[in-house]
């Protein structure tokens, strides 16, 4: 539906939608984690080659333009944006919780801490990762390769991936999408938990 229905509105534009069904292109395993579902199709990222990759969660209810989050991938320089929205604290536990330094770069990022670290502007709030997130594509691919040959790993954006990019320093970026969804409304809700 979403395939045809999008090809259907957009024929003009070099644009499209690709659903693809869960597979065991790489072992025996069914998807492990969020990055393992990529890296299980990274087949198809190396086929079509675009500069950027959206990932979306499909356990998601929400209202939203993606070009916001990609103008501001693209002006930040960012090799990783992250679609965010600030939560309150007992909310927050449910999510991965990102903190920020001025300008929006990503300084610190916990998957679903106990103890969430609220913002400093808004002390009973945390920023929280709405699980959408634009990559540049080889920075994907090369991160989805190591984070494969670690044993150790759980094969999880918010578990493994997104904190080893802020470790090492890398350039990723906060949007917070509810703040600046303009005249467009903001609606999301996680319902797979």
């Not at 610190?108 to 106990?114: H, I, R």
Request: with cysteine; charged share 25%.
């Amino acid at each position: 539906h979403l395939r045809l229905g999008w090809s259907f509105l957009r024929p003009e534009r070099d644009e499209g939608i690709e659903v693809l069904p869960p597979q065991q292109r790489v072992d025996e395993h069914w998807y492990r984690g969020t990055a393992d579902a990529v890296y299980q199709n990274i087949y198809t990222l190396r086929q079509y080659a675009p500069a950027q990759t959206l990932i979306l969660s499909s356990d998601h209810l929400y209202r939203m333009d993606y070009r916001l989050l990609l103008e501001h991938h693209l002006r930040a320089g960012a090799e990783l944006t992250i679609a965010c929205m600030s939560a309150d604290l007992g909310e927050a536990r449910r999510f991965g919780v990102i903190q920020t330094a001025p300008g929006g770069q990503v300084v610190g990022f916990e998957e679903k801490p106990a103890h969430p670290k609220p913002m400093l502007d808004s002390p009973g709030r945390a920023l929280v990762s709405m699980g959408i997130y634009v990559f540049d594509t080889q920075v994907l691919i090369d991160l989805l390769e190591e984070d494969a040959a670690q044993a150790q790993s759980t094969r999880d954006f918010g578990r493994d991936i997104i904190p080893r990019m802020v470790r090492e320093d890398r350039r990723v970026q906060a949007c917070d999408v509810a703040a600046n969804q303009g005249d467009g409304g903001f609606y999301w809700r996680d319902i797979g938990l």
